[in-house]
């Protein structure tokens, strides 16, 4: 009885905890933080901002081209955070998208990844013109990669700080001027990274126009992506990137 208990216990702890290579690629700590690990994905939600920092995820081939469950169209705050979450009335008649950080796009695999991926922590206000336009190239283009490459790490979230407008009846929800995102290609010989920063309003052009590295992307948020790696991978990674490698 006792080992039947431990199985059950052991089984739903590890339906949260990722697996080390999604650990070894976390960004540090940001005090203020909370760190919540769901099924494909960790954050670290910030309750000065209703918001995530950081969303941190690893994207796979199979998830790209095997997944077949529907978006869902229903968000819900998150039942994990231990201060409470945004809600969606928060965003009710404010002129911003419920946008995603981990996209629903690339959590097909399973119905909870699905309906995780609603969880308003996952979420930050995006121009609606952003979050439909460049915002979403550069989600499509993130599959496409991962498809090439098997297996890409992925950290994203908006850049927050003090002063920015809010919107919110019920919490305080903070507006980002600019989103992040960090995607890393640590498999196989050839490792690469490749960062973007990207501003919230409707923008024209390719997504490499706000390419940059992950050392340009780290000034800019004041976020340390790869503390977790030696250091000399970490900084190769982080010093050197290359849209040819991109494409």
């Known amino acids: 009885m006792k080992q039947s208990i431990l199985f059950l216990v052991c089984l739903i702890w590890s339906s949260f905890v990722p697996s080390d290579d999604i650990d070894i690629l976390l960004p540090q700590y940001i005090n203020g933080c909370e760190i919540v ?21 690893v994207l796979t081939e ?15 705050s998150d039942p994990l955070i231990s201060t409470g979450s945004a809600l969606p009335d928060d965003y009710k008649l404010s002129g911003y998208d419920r946008g995603h950080l981990c996209p629903a796009g690339d959590m097909k695999l399973s119905e909870l990844s699905m309906k995780e991926s ?27 990669w991962a498809v090439t490459n098997k297996e890409l790490h992925i950290t994203v979230g908006g850049i927050l700080r003090d002063s920015l407008p809010t919107i919110g009846k019920y919490n305080k929800v903070t507006v980002p001027d600019f989103f992040y995102k960090v995607i890393v290609d640590n498999e196989g010989v050839e490792k690469k990274a490749i960062g973007f920063v990207i501003q ?8 490499y126009n706000y390419a940059m590295s992950v050392d340009s992307v780290e ?6 992506f790869f503390y977790g790696l030696p250091d000399s991978l970490e900084t190769n ?3 050197h990137y290359d849209t040819l490698l991109w494409k």
Do not use: D
């Open 37 to 57: 690990r769901h099924k494909n994905y960790v954050l670290c939600y910030n309750e000065k901002y209703e918001q995530a920092n950081w969303v941190c995820y």
């Open 62 to 76: 199979q998830m790209c081209t095997n997944g077949q469950v529907k978006r869902s169209g229903n968000f819900y």
């Open 118 to 144: 609603f969880y308003m922590s996952n979420v930050s206000p995006q121009v609606p013109s952003f979050n439909r336009g460049i915002w979403k190239k550069l989600e499509e283009q993130v599959r496409v």
């Open 200 to 207: 919230n309003k409707k923008l024209a052009g390719s997504i």
């Open 219 to 224: 000034k800019i948020t004041g976020i340390n």
């Open 237 to 239: 990674l982080e010093m």
